[in-house]
T-cell receptor, first 113, second 115 residues
Framework: DVKVTQSSRYLVKRTGEKVFLECVQD?????MFWYRQDPGLGLRLIYF???????EKGDIPEGYSVSREKKERFSLILESASTNQTSMYLC????????????FGSGTRLTVV | AQSVTQPDIHITVSEGASLELRCNYS??????LFWYVQSPGQGLQLLLK??????LVQGIKGFEAEFKRSQSSFNLRKPSVHWSDAAEYFC?????????????FGTGTRLTVIP
């Protein structure tokens, strides 16, 4: 069964900490995405990647960075966590253009205190 | 720019009743359209998708959706709702012409099913 795995389901971090959210897919997908989900706002795209070492900003990249050193792994980094980054973070992957078929991970609920 | 509107934030239906969740999109060309479902504490699961062809699309779990270009709509329907359908539903639009395959999501509709 193909899957997207997010390393943590729940995470609590302190303000100012550097936070790493990890996402691994086993489908050999080129495309990977990080979204955050907040009540009433739906899903908002933070960053995405079409290839190894490639990254593009989404709609809300401020305060975040990403790393894609290997095809299967896409990491989201909060350089200095703040309370307004408390949210549900969803990772997704998909095959190339015109295939779509996003597969989502189960999400990481991050609380910054 | 692409956008998706789900006008209903929360809908409550009785088990066994029919369901229609509304979705309107804004996009200049023919869009790629999707419905996803999210159960509490889970990621999103694809229910169905429309790329081209027959405007009535069948999905998993007994759901269907109809693409109406004249109304810029892609409403999700189910003839008889089960208690297990209680979840949040997201409509999304994709735009291949931009050279990207990003999806733009609506804000979601939360479905409550009462016995």
């Amino acid at each position: 069964d193909v899957k997207v795995t997010q390393s943590s389901r729940y995470l609590v971090k302190r303000t100012g900490e550097k936070v790493f959210l990890e996402c691994v897919q086993d489908m050999d997908h080129e495309n990977m995405f990080w979204y955050r989900q907040d009540p009433g706002l739906g899903l908002r795209l933070i960053y995405f990647s079409y290839d190894v070492k490639m990254k593009e900003k989404g709609d809300i990249p401020e305060g975040y960075s990403v790393s894609r050193e290997k095809k299967e792994r896409f990491s989201l980094i909060l350089e200095s966590a703040s309370t307004n980054q408390t949210s549900m973070y969803l990772c997704a992957s998909s095959p190339p253009l015109e295939s779509y078929g996003y597969t989502f991970g189960s999400g990481t609920r991050l609380t910054v205190v | 720019a692409q956008s998706v509107t789900q006008p209903d934030i929360h809908i409550t239906v009785s088990e066994g009743a029919s369901l229609e969740l509304r979705c309107n999109y804004s996009y200049g060309a023919t869009p790629y359209l999707f419905w996803y479902v999210q159960s509490p504490g889970q990621g999103l699961q694809l229910l169905l998708k429309y790329f081209s062809g027959d405007t009535l699309v069948q999905g998993i779990k007994g759901f269907e959706a109809e693409f109406k270009r004249s109304q810029s709509s892609f409403n999700l329907r189910k003839p008889s709702v089960h208690w297990s359908d209680a979840a949040e539903y997201f409509c999304a639009v994709g735009a291949a012409e931009t050279g990207a395959n990003n999806l733009f999501f609506g804000t979601g509709t939360r479905l409550t099913v009462i016995p």
